[in-house]
């Protein structure tokens, strides 16, 4: 195994479960937060604890980063103490956060000046997910990275689509997160016109299960939204930046994006009411407390659990 020594750069919700798969992958496992806290459960698993991006770069010859926003990365990166001033040609540096894809561009033309090499690669499909080491990425950069990679990508997520240059990757996930997020307003909206109707809650979610309307987004935050717990392990200020994201490429390319405008405004008036740190399916109490309306059905979990088993990851072949 040519990479057998690995950095993690960011132990929060995600950034610890890709860690801990990678653990799982009989991988050496450097870990690095501003919170050692965030580190208590990867350290008893067996990672390796680093006082500093300095000592982890030391330890790593790949370097990942997961982090809640684009100022968070590039403070990792190019901050006093940021990863640039510590790498070297035997580097390469795996960003997996959602962010900017301007800003990765930038961040990554500065890590190969310093002779380190850089891929993106976004992971989707959910928390629980990333918890099993089924989540999907998408991974950009060199054809000739992505070789380097993909054994460590496929200890974290299974369907790993390459899609081409640096920046790509980024731009394709913001778009994704614009699409879930669009379709989670519907999904409350819906639910509420069932609710109102008089229809079970419950029958309502299974016809929509099995119809036309049906969605990834359906069949996992519906079911927390039924049970009450919102808990997705996505919060608002996310799905603000996010959007935000979104907003700056329609932007960019001068495109009308009406609907993009609107959601924005409205997870934002969410963000106000409910706090940055709600989860990103409390979008949905607008509705329900303008209405009167509980969205509530039994049997549906408070988590969501991936019940697949744990498979190594493979390359989808387009």
Not at 48 to 54: A, Q, R
Not at 119 to 126: N, Q, V
Not at 139 to 167: H, M, T
Request: aromatic share 6%.
């Amino acid at each position: 195994m040519k990479d057998k020594n690995i950095g993690c750069i960011g132990l929060g919700n995600v950034g610890s479960k890709l860690a801990n798969s990678i653990l799982l992958g009989n991988y050496n496992v450097s870990i690095f937060d501003l919170k050692k806290t965030k580190a208590t459960k990867l350290i008893n698993n067996g990672a390796y604890w680093c006082n500093s991006i300095e000592e982890l770069s030391k330890r790593s010859s790949i370097i990942i980063t997961c982090l809640p926003s684009p100022k968070a990365v590039s403070t990792a990166i190019t901050g006093q103490n940021g990863l640039i001033n510590f790498v070297t040609k035997n580097h390469l540096w795996i960003e997996m956060s959602t962010t900017d894809e301007n800003e990765m561009i930038r961040l990554s033309k500065l890590m190969n000046k310093k002779g380190a090499e850089v891929f993106e690669a976004p992971i989707t499909g959910g928390q629980h997910r990333a918890t099993s080491g089924n989540i999907g990425i998408l991974a950009a950069g060199k054809r000739k990275n992505f070789k380097r990679v993909l054994p460590i990508l496929s200890e974290i997520g299974y369907d790993i689509l390459y899609c081409g240059k640096i920046g790509n990757a980024s731009t394709l996930k913001v778009i994704t997160n614009y699409l879930a997020s669009i379709n989670l307003l519907a999904l409350g909206e819906a639910l509420m016109v069932s609710k109102k109707y008089g229809i079970d809650l419950n029958t309502t979610y299974h016809a929509i299960r099995i119809s036309s309307g049906n969605s990834f987004v359906h069949e996992t935050e519906s079911q927390v939204i039924l049970s009450g717990s919102y808990d997705v392990g996505f919060t608002m200020d996310l799905v603000c930046k996010d959007l935000g994201l979104f907003d700056k490429l329609t932007d960019k390319f001068n495109i009308p994006a009406d609907i993009s405008k609107l959601m924005n405004k409205i997870f934002l008036k969410g963000l106000e009411k409910y706090g940055s740190k709600a989860f990103s399916t409390s979008i949905v109490k607008l509705i329900e407390e303008k209405c009167n309306e509980n969205l509530r059905a039994p049997n549906f979990p408070k988590i969501l659990i991936d019940k697949k088993s744990r498979k190594k990851g493979i390359e989808v072949k387009i």
